[in-house]
């Protein structure tokens, strides 16, 4: 019979020297980052072509796959370095990265309570922390996923069936202009046409509760069934908080699962003052939060919560004969009956090993200093006359423009981004366009954005009429 390659499970002494070897490169790596290219686009078709070939037969050699790595790796943006004020940063904690390598080998099942009680217990433990920290009941309860997409879809759904039951005639859920695309995509996904998607119109970039209420008024006696009221808590955008607290109302008033997109914002409900953005949070039927957004972790990682856990439950528990041996464990979840997975990574020491290794006061504290980074940037640009600043940024995420065109402004963004010192992304604001900073990387400090902000001054020329400075 054949042996089979005995490799596939090394010996003691190989373990330890790849481990050592990727150990090594971590720390060269993280030491790099404060002086690396903060983007690097172009020439990367060599790369790109190396990684599309198919693997060899034979073996290859660890230190240069890892080269190949790393080489595949400084091609695009440097999203884990602190000069990356782009979309969403989330630097990826060390200790996060390191709790993943170590909870991978262990590769318990945790899509059942039985098979694995305590870690199941560890992620359960996580989600009552949240729940409790957004005032949620005791009754509350949900899911790690991937991301605030795979979260978003496992609230849809629950609403869906919590609140259509089995005919989707007519069902309607009411959004804004900057709500997230990912709450139209569950919609579609839950069987959803594109016309129960109703969007609101706001005021200051935030949902108008009443525009809403008469809307829903409307749609019910045209014979729809509004059934979903989406509020975010920080838009992608620009940070924006809905006016939760109404929205909440007006939900419970109308008898609408009231569903709050805090992929962004959540995180920052550990800080005194995103405690008070986001209030009326607590009323939600359904939470979304992105660890990998606003708790520094790589990407992966999104949280879905839910008031009554029982209706996320309802939504998506099904049988295999398969699993008849199994029994369910008091007091635990199947997290295979809750979301759209059965088998799935387990995501719990991602998050437990960090929160409780740093402590929670440590998240706390960083979140903090990214509101302030905000408000720094806020009021520098503010300060200077060449900037249009028109919101005061309720989270960390500040937009900006010149005076000039959308054009000068996207050549502005293009020249920042062109000295690889920094890295911003843009948004179109009410049909015009926006250059956006979001400094909340766990490694972007005020002395980072001190040099951002003294690259972005340099790279925009003085205000038409003016002579420069
Ligand atoms: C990022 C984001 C999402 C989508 O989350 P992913 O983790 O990217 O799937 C949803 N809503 C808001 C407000 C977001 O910022």
Known sequence: MYEGNQALEPDRS?????????????????????????????????????????????????????????????????????????YFPAGGLI?????????????????????APALVAMEQGLLRWLADLFGLPASAGGLVTTGGSMATLAAIVAARHDRLGEDLTGGTLYVTEHTHFCVAKAARIAGLPASAVVTVPTRRLRMDPGAAARMIDDDRARGRRPFLLIGTAGTTSTGTVDPLLDLGELAAQEGLWFHADAAYGGGLQLTARGRRRLTGIERADSIVLDPHKSLFLQYGTGVVLVRDAARLHAAHADDGHYLQDLETVAALPDFGHLGPELTREFRGLRLWLPLHLHGVAAFRDALDEKLDLAEVIHRELAEDPRFDVPWEPDLSVVVFRTYGSDE????????????????????????????????????????????????????????????AP
């Open 14 to 86: 190989t373990i330890e020297t790849m481990g050592r070897a990727i150990t090594a490169r971590i720390a060269d790596y993280v030491d790099s980052l404060p002086g690396a290219p903060a983007s690097r686009f172009g020439e990367a078709e060599h790369a790109v072509a190396r990684m599309l070939q198919p693997p060899p037969e034979e073996a290859g050699r660890f230190e240069l796959l890892l080269d190949a790595f790393q080489d595949a790796a400084a091609h695009g943006l440097d999203s884990s370095g602190p000069g990356y004020y782009g």
């Open 95 to 115: 200790s996060s990265a390191f709790a993943d390598a170590f909870a991978q080998v262990y590769n318990r099942f945790t899509a059942v309570a039985q098979l």
């Open 408 to 467: 000068t402004n996207r050549r502005l963004l293009e020249r920042i981004n062109a000295t690889q010192r920094l890295f911003l992304s843009s948004t179109s604001i009410e049909g015009r366009f926006f250059l956006r900073l979001n400094p909340t990387s766990h490694r972007t400090h005020l002395a980072e954005v001190q040099n951002a902000l003294a690259v972005i001054r340099q790279c925009t020329r003085a205000r038409p009429g003016r002579s």
